[in-house]
């Protein structure tokens, strides 16, 4: 275990009762076991502090539990990054399910890319149709993700097609995301696709084929109050980095829903 990299595993929460135990699982059942888990309260007003308590209190695992008043994702994503004892940080969403390679082969990436500032792989976002993120960019788009990663920056890739990095299968290094001043606690929807724009600006990735998380919640359905402020934040992640794309290379269908958006914003301010 000497050799062994240790690693913190961030698992951002609110109200997680009923799925936190199945990420927990998840983690439990990985062939690594050198890691920490961290979890964040983000203003639970459920039992998700009993649940992960009964779940790890007999078990020979480092975790912390912090509970805050509810400040939003990218606040709790820093207080994470604050209590973090290790160098190298795995994401997990609370309703999100690790492979069971995932930490040992990710700890095998770092090791051959150490001086990456982000690693990240595929995830399956529905079992049932299997359907991965990778599988869906080459479906929209036309071509493989991997065809373009060499070819042009990947701030530019990430806001021409969209974010096609899945947070469940991010492991970043702790002192490049200090670097950069962690989360961004202005965005409430894009917090994780601002941070990985940022982070990627002056520093090295490396992606994998390989699926390292799974969605068991239906992640695809999203309110139209939530589509349309979304869609608002990823304007204001256009405008931000302005210096480094062009209009005419953007997404269409991207730009389609920012104007559903600001349309739908405008004519309600009509009507109010």
């Not at 912090?66 to 997990?92: C, E, P, V």
């Not at 390989?210 to 992640?219: A, C, L, M, R």
């Amino acid at each position: 275990m000497k050799n062994e990299i240790f690693v913190s595993i961030l698992i951002c929460c609110f109200n997680s009762e009923k799925f936190i135990s199945k990420t927990i699982e998840s983690i439990i059942k990985q062939n690594y076991n050198n890691f920490e888990i961290i979890f964040i309260d983000d203003g639970s007003a459920d039992n998700t502090k009993q649940v992960i308590n009964n779940i790890l209190f007999e078990k020979k695992i480092k975790y912390q539990y912090f509970y805050q008043y509810n400040k939003g994702l990218a606040s709790a994503r820093n207080k994470g990054l604050t209590l973090a004892n290790s160098d190298w940080i795995f994401i997990l969403d609370h309703d999100d399910i690790m492979t069971k390679q995932r930490l040992e082969n990710q700890v095998k990436e770092i090791k051959n890319n150490p001086d990456c500032a982000i690693l990240f792989g595929d995830i399956i976002l529905n079992r049932e149709i299997k359907t991965t993120k990778f599988n869906e960019f080459k479906k929209y788009f036309h071509i493989d993700l991997f065809s373009i990663l060499n070819k042009d920056n990947i701030q530019v890739n990430l806001l021409k097609y969209g974010c096609f990095i899945g947070s469940s299968s991010v492991v970043f290094n702790k002192q490049k995301a200090i670097n950069i001043n962690g989360f961004n606690k202005k965005f409430s929807y894009c917090v994780d696709y601002d941070f990985f724009i940022r982070i990627l600006k002056n520093n090295k990735f490396y992606v994998s084929k390989s699926i390292y998380s799974e969605w068991f919640e239906n992640q695809y359905q999203i309110s139209n109050k939530n589509f349309y402020k979304n869609n608002i934040e990823i304007l204001k992640l256009y405008i931000e980095n302005v210096t480094i794309i062009k209009l005419s290379i953007l997404n269409p269908l991207i730009l389609r829903n920012i104007c559903i958006s600001l349309l739908k914003i405008i004519s309600n301010s009509y009507k109010n």
